[in-house]
């Protein structure tokens, strides 16, 4: 992926740089905008609830993140914003992220048998109430992660992000379900339904696997999960549950060597430790001398590893029900 | 003038070119309305040390939020455009006339438009970008490999 040579990375730059002045040309004008935006509503009042609702449910046909992310706040108060923690066994090879406050968890494995060198994660979370009109309608969790496994020297060999909402409206609920059968996919060559699967002694639908560069799937974990995964090469494999709930997804790389598992990443529920399905239905038994973090991890005020004691069983951090979960 | 007038008159040509790039001319104006709007009214706005990044942040979200709600359905936003525009650089032969070179644009992802806007249009350096995007500068470093590469194939010179 490298540019062979400077010269060639300075022309690529002064070409990616006119595309760009290219693009920004065309940009509208601040009178374009200025012309016709709305008119400002008093932050929290009547006027803004009303623009609230109008708007949401004339997008309720959208059916997309972007209305409960993005327009439909009314007033929104940040509860918490942590940095978070990420916490990796070396012996067992899990890794859990966690906020300082306890809000949910992310864990997942990394196989070291697909040579995967490091693992890098960028993760966030912040959680704040609605309110409507002096009524709390419920609290939501936003957490955007990154997840990067790299092999060897090749950057960007899996991206992941995700999301995690924890919406109380029947209006939200509509949208997540109706959400969780849209799985909008760019790049997807091939989206089927697989059956069902038990994991983690849960039977569960399984639910699509998808086999190009970039996919997109939305889930229900408690709430809402929606999961972005963009594998670089690789496939998808999400497990759902009855209830909606995201039980479970698998990444695999697409080397030479055929699909092989690389990480899979279960959801905990909210207090509720969820096992991990090792690949070959066993953990490893010898650390990766490369496993390590290096400048490229970042994940707020901490990282840092386990080490467990030799033969010594790893448990999985729980994460405690917080008032807004 | 009002307080969303003052946020245009001061900040609304920077955000405009970031939108454009994220989301392309005919719905970037949408989008920095839609963000000026929701973000002033924001408890979260008022806190933020630079409120100017803070928007800078939820354009990206934004974006973000409409590649993923509209999927393939809004990946032309550059070709019709670009095409019909007076005066636009297309008709001159620029990089933007270039089928391949839009096709590889509309295969960026929002976050990649975001770091490829602000390297090569505001020439800041990762680590300011990452400030800008609350992101790690390992992040930017990624996003815009990952950029290089994509737009590379679709210029012509370094075709193979």
Known sequence: MNLSTEPEKDYLDDRLRQLVEEMVANAPSVDEVTAYHPPPSAPGGRNGKHWWV???????????????GSLARPQVATVATEPSTLRIDEQTYRWTAS?????????????????KARVTIQFEMESWEVIDDGETLGSRYEGNGELFAIDGDDLDQFVGRWFVLEPRSEFESFL????????????????EDLGTATVNGVETQHLRTVNKAAAEVNGVLDGFVSFFAIPWDGALDVWVRDDGALAQIVLFSDDRAGRQETMSMSFLEYGVPVEIAWPDGAPPTQRSPTLAFD???ELGETTSTTTAEPGSTTTTSTAAPTANG | MNFIDEVYEAHGAELLRHATVLVGPADAADLVSDVVVAGISDRKWAAANNPIAYLHRSLLNAARM????????????????????QGSTSRDGGLLGDPEVLQAIEGLSPQQRAVIYFTYWEDLRPAEIAKILGIGEGSVKK??????????????????
């Not at chain 1, 109008?54 to 409960?68: D, G, K």
């Not at chain 1, 906020?99 to 697909?114: K, R, S, Y």
């Not at chain 2, 996003?143 to 193979?160: C, G």
């Open chain 1, 54 to 68: 109008a708007l949401a449910a004339a997008s309720l046909i959208l059916v997309t993140i972007a209305v409960i």
């Open chain 1, 99 to 115: 906020t300082a406050d306890g809000l949910p968890q992310f864990e997942g494995v990394v196989d070291p048998q697909a040579g």
């Open chain 1, 176 to 191: 997540a379900v109706d959400e969780m059968k849209t799985l909008d996919a760019f790049e997807v060559d091939v989206w």
């Open chain 1, 295 to 297: 400048e490229e991890t």
């Open chain 2, 66 to 85: 409409r590649h993923r709600a509209n999927g393939r359905r809004n990946t032309r936003e550059w070709n019709s455009f670009a095409l019909h525009q």
């Open chain 2, 143 to 160: 996003h815009l490999a990952r950029a290089r590469k994509n737009l590379k194939e679709a210029l012509h010179e370094f075709k193979h």
